[in-house]
């Protein structure tokens, strides 16, 4: 009973194609993050979205453009793949936004690679 | 720029052996929520520390929140072959909505 899932787990496509990635918790929380996990294993976030709402909002090229269609999913959409978008790209979700508290649960990742 | 930044970056050390990882900060944070990450796999949160000097225990693992809430340690007594991982420090700054990852302890526990 997988609590955050995200599809595709692996991405294989090329430069000038667009893709999505979808996420979806059963967890009942408020907020949705993505995050981009470089070579270097850093990870950063890109977006965040709380009950639907965009809340945080990275600096993120706009060919990557987040969607939130309920608050238990996040999808994400890029468009004209580059090189450097080549990463591992993690979804997580929290119960509530605001909070001292914000312990996030993530997805599996998906390893995208743009050739 | 808010950092976490971690020590030591690598860290390869014998089964039964102690050892400790850092989480240091210029800025304060709400609280300090630590991960472990294996390959292929994401963050699974640990702990969550919220108040300046608190300790918290699991099992063979220790966590610490610094005083004036800037820095955390991580402490594993009797290391093993299955603590072999990604450790990520995370947090919210204060007086913010950002949440920022530590730049990450590499641990292999060799048996």
């Known amino acids: 009973d997988t609590a955050v899932s995200q599809t595709p787990k692996y991405l294989v496509t090329q430069m000038g194609n667009d893709k999505s990635i979808k996420c979806e918790q059963n967890?009942?929380?408020?907020?949705m993050y993505w995050y981009k996990q470089d070579s270097k294993k850093f990870l950063k976030i890109m977006f965040s979205?709380?009950?639907?709402?965009?809340?945080i909002n990275e600096t993120v090229p706009n060919r990557f453009s987040p969607k939130s269609p309920d608050k238990a999913h996040l999808n994400l959409h890029i468009n004209s793949l580059e090189l450097g978008d080549s990463a591992v790209y993690f979804c997580?979700?929290?119960?509530?936004?605001?909070?001292?508290?914000?312990?996030?649960?993530f997805g599996p990742g998906t390893r995208l690679t743009v050739t | 720029t808010q950092l976490l930044e971690q020590s030591p970056q690598f860290l390869s050390i014998q089964e039964g052996e102690n050892l400790t990882v850092y989480c240091n900060s210029s800025?304060?944070?709400?609280?300090l929520q630590w991960y472990r990450q294996e390959p292929g796999e994401g963050p699974v949160l640990l702990v969550t520390?919220?108040?300046?000097?608190e300790v918290k225990k699991l099992k063979r693992l220790t966590f610490q929140f610094g005083d004036a809430r800037k820095d955390s340690s991580l402490h594993i007594t009797a290391a093993q072959p299955g603590d072999t991982g990604l450790y990520l420090c995370?947090?919210?700054?204060?007086?913010?909505?950002?949440?920022?990852f530590g730049t990450g302890t590499r641990l292999k526990v060799l048996a």
């Open positions: 997580a979700s929290s119960q509530d936004y605001g909070l001292r508290s914000y312990e996030q649960y």
């Open positions: 967890l009942g929380h408020d907020t």
């Open positions: 979205y709380n009950n639907k709402e965009l809340i």
């Open positions: 800025s304060v944070f709400s609280s």
């Open positions: 520390v919220v108040t300046g000097g």
């Open positions: 995370a947090g919210p700054p204060s007086g913010t909505y950002k949440y920022i």
